[in-house]
């Protein structure tokens, strides 16, 4: 199926102060505190933070997965679709069913690649057969043409042997083979967005290193946009243009990779950017972040960091940070980038770890 091409510059995707809590025996959960992003055409997104920061939250709602628990309390997920016919609908994802996400959209428009390949295929089926479903199912083709796309989908994956995968089942194959199969999978019927939910955890570094590096060729290829979900700050710097960093449910530091990664400005991506293991530092203590994230249960009052954040100053106790523009791009939720804050350097361990980032990325100071 051939669609229209999108111009760089199109928005795909539009997440407008969104929030989500969950009905628990205990109370409720307030997972998702008024998350806004953009996701433009043939963009890679990385969103980043610690378990339970909301991350795959906010994409299960996009695939109309929410637990049945999930409460959508405001906001908007509008995705612009343009159909081959050069038509622009656009469809606000908090407004329709999950049903109606799942049948319309999913596969189709938005697809996605979970973490254990294992739990994303059927045991009992054989391989081509679990990429031909989504084929047969959105697009009115007979099952000879859905056999031989599928067979070019493994090829274009980089499975060696496309004909005798396609006979086999998942148990039959590796994990990083498994992997590629739930590629092909998710890019079965061409979609404009392909949310990548930790891709790679599951897997060995030097799997995992292919894995990444065949994502990004067919993207590059497709021109699709990606959301990658992550903890792993070494694939980030590997794959995104734009990096979100989220903390209890908010987005507290965004921009272009370079705006976050060389100039970071929130305490909290300091504390992510320092526990990155390094192999040549002089150091041997790994560096964590104080504390624990806040029970989400709890009303929080203020910065939700401040009970982790050594640089906390007494509005962070009473008051949530607004949004700065700090140039560019880059956006960070600090009280310390408000003008009348004092200045606060960032740790001497991570100048030295971000001085030698960008050497090695070929950047000058």
């Known amino acids: 199926m051939a669609k229209v091409k999108r111009d760089k510059n199109e928005r795909v995707l539009s997440i407008r102060d969104l929030s989500i809590s969950f009905k628990t025996n205990f109370g409720v959960v307030r997972a998702i505190r008024g998350v806004r992003l953009d996701l433009f055409q043939g963009e890679t997104i990385a969103i980043v933070g610690e378990s339970g920061s909301g991350k795959?939250?906010?994409?299960?709602?996009?695939?109309?997965?929410l637990d049945s628990n999930g409460v959508i309390d405001s906001g908007s997920i509008v995705y612009t679709c343009k159909e081959k016919d050069g038509s622009i609908n656009q469809y606000d994802l908090v407004k329709m069913s999950q049903k109606d996400i799942r049948y319309k959209l999913c596969g189709?428009?938005?697809?996605?690649?979970?973490?254990?390949?294992?739990t994303s295929l059927d045991p009992t089926m054989q391989i081509g057969k679990q990429i031909m479903e989504p084929i047969l199912e959105h697009e009115n083709v007979p099952k000879s043409e859905a056999a031989a796309r599928a067979l070019s989908l493994l090829d274009e994956v980089g499975i060696t042997e496309p004909e005798k995968t396609f006979r086999q089942y998942p148990?039959?194959?590796s994990g990083g083979m498994r992997q590629r199969v739930v590629i092909a999978i998710a890019l079965a019927c061409d979609p404009d967005i392909l949310i990548?939910?930790?891709p790679t955890t599951a897997l060995d570094v030097t799997i995992q290193a292919k894995?990444?590096?065949?994502?990004?060729?067919?993207?590059?290829?497709?021109n699709i946009s990606v959301i990658y979900i992550t903890h792993d700050l070494g694939v980030v710097a590997k794959v995104a243009d734009y990096v979100a960093v989220m903390y209890a449910g908010r987005i507290v530091e965004k921009g272009k990779i370079n705006e976050v990664f060389?100039?970071?400005?929130?305490?909290?991506?300091?504390?992510?950017l320092s526990s990155m293991p390094d192999i040549d530092t002089d150091s041997h203590r790994l560096f964590a972040i104080p504390g624990s994230p806040p029970n989400l249960m709890e009303e929080i009052v203020g910065d939700a960091f401040a009970p982790r954040n050594p640089y906390a100053l007494n509005i962070d106790y009473r008051e949530e940070p607004p949004m700065y523009d700090v140039g560019g791009q880059h956006r960070v939720a600090s009280w310390l980038c408000d003008p009348h804050a004092p200045k606060?350097?960032?740790?001497?361990?991570?100048k030295v770890?971000?001085?030698?980032?960008?050497?090695e990325a070929g950047i000058d100071e």
Not at 262 to 272: A, I, K
């Open 344 to 350: 606060v350097e960032l740790p001497e361990e991570l």
């Open 196 to 198: 990548c939910d930790e």
């Open 262 to 272: 060389y100039d970071p400005r929130h305490p909290y991506t300091w504390g992510l």
């Open 108 to 118: 189709k428009h938005i697809a996605m690649v979970f973490q254990d390949p294992m």
């Open 171 to 173: 148990h039959e194959l």
């Open 353 to 359: 770890r971000i001085a030698k980032m960008k050497k």
């Open 56 to 65: 795959s939250v906010t994409v299960k709602t996009m695939m109309g997965i």
């Open 211 to 222: 894995i990444l590096e065949k994502i990004k060729e067919i993207q590059t290829k497709k």
